[in-house]
């Protein structure tokens, strides 16, 4: 049943090659204004196989792909799975997709990658909206269950583990509530470790560039922002907390709107696909903050 899962995805997508560098799966649904959809890890577009079509009946072209070394992407060794280099490849991308301006969409480290790309085109951002992410990356230190991904021989035992039950239980614990079957969340695992064990994965998580001017220069490039923005939290997330790292990120956009918090964990895209829909199609329509 997951391997079908896997499969029936796969299939909704087309193969995105990006000259220079390295080549992706992507998904489109529906016709209207854009709406990039940015994953994290352990995750990939697959995240949003919910969202894109909430987006497609809201008049709106959803748009994922997997990063490098994530989902159906390639994987090469030589790669730099820093975030600044995340965010280079974004661009290129979007170039090969033909996407000049669009709303985006930033979830988990693709909050860091995104902000970085908002700095690189802030021209083409129509508006942006925000799920549990970090801004903060100075300070930021990594949620326990993850640390031992960045440790060389550990990370890898830790890694393949994540192709087994075991990543069930870590996204029901900390990701999702109730919902999403387990054959829907053994596939996270399976494309997490499809052909090359993992390896792009541990390399991102040990790239993490939690430096303070890596984070001066992402919110340098918010703080004169001309698109609209909106942020969007799972209130039950216990690691990236509404209290701390929302408000961080509320304070770097200058937002005087509320965070609108919906009950979902982490991975609220499992939980809340129709009201995170429902509120990129209303910013979109209203062009201003929400």
Not at 112 to 117: E, I, Q, R, S
Not at 228 to 246: H, N, S
Not at 258 to 286: M, P, S, T, W
Request: hydrophobic content about 40%; overall charge positive.
């Amino acid at each position: 049943m997951t391997d079908k899962i896997i499969q029936d995805w796969f299939n909704k997508g087309s193969q995105l090659n990006v000259p220079g560098t390295v080549s992706t799966r992507i998904w489109r649904q529906g016709t209207g204004p854009k709406v990039v959809c940015l994953h994290g890890v352990p995750t990939s577009a697959y995240l949003y196989r919910k969202v894109l079509p909430e987006l497609a009946g809201r008049g709106l072209e959803g748009i994922a792909m997997d990063f490098p070394g994530l989902g159906f992407s390639d994987r090469p060794s030589n790669f730099e799975y820093t975030w600044t280099a995340l965010s280079g490849w974004l661009e290129k991308a979007l170039a090969a997709a033909n996407i000049d301006k669009f709303n985006l969409v930033l979830h988990d480290v693709g909050g860091p990658v995104g902000f970085d790309l908002v700095r690189r085109i802030p021209d083409r951002i129509e508006s942006l909206t925000v799920l549990n992410t970090i801004i903060d990356v100075g300070t930021f230190k990594k949620p326990v269950v993850m640390r031992p991904f960045s440790v060389p021989l550990l990370g890898r035992l830790w890694v393949l583990q994540m192709n087994s039950p075991l990543i069930v239980g870590m996204f029901r614990m900390k990701g999702v509530l109730p919902g999403p079957s387990y054959e829907e969340l053994r596939a996270y695992g399976k494309l997490l470790t499809r052909v090359d064990g993992g390896r792009g994965f541990q390399k991102i998580m040990s790239r993490f560039e939690t430096t303070s001017d890596f984070e001066e220069r992402i919110k340098a490039g918010l703080q004169n922002r001309k698109f609209p923005a909106q942020i969007i939290w799972g209130k039950y997330d216990d690691e990236l907390t509404v209290d701390k790292m929302g408000t961080a990120i509320k304070r770097a956009l200058n937002l005087q709107t509320d965070i609108y918090q919906v009950e979902g964990k982490h991975f609220l895209q499992e939980n809340c696909a129709l009201e995170i829909a429902e509120r990129v199609a209303a910013i979109v329509k209203a062009g201003e903050d929400l």
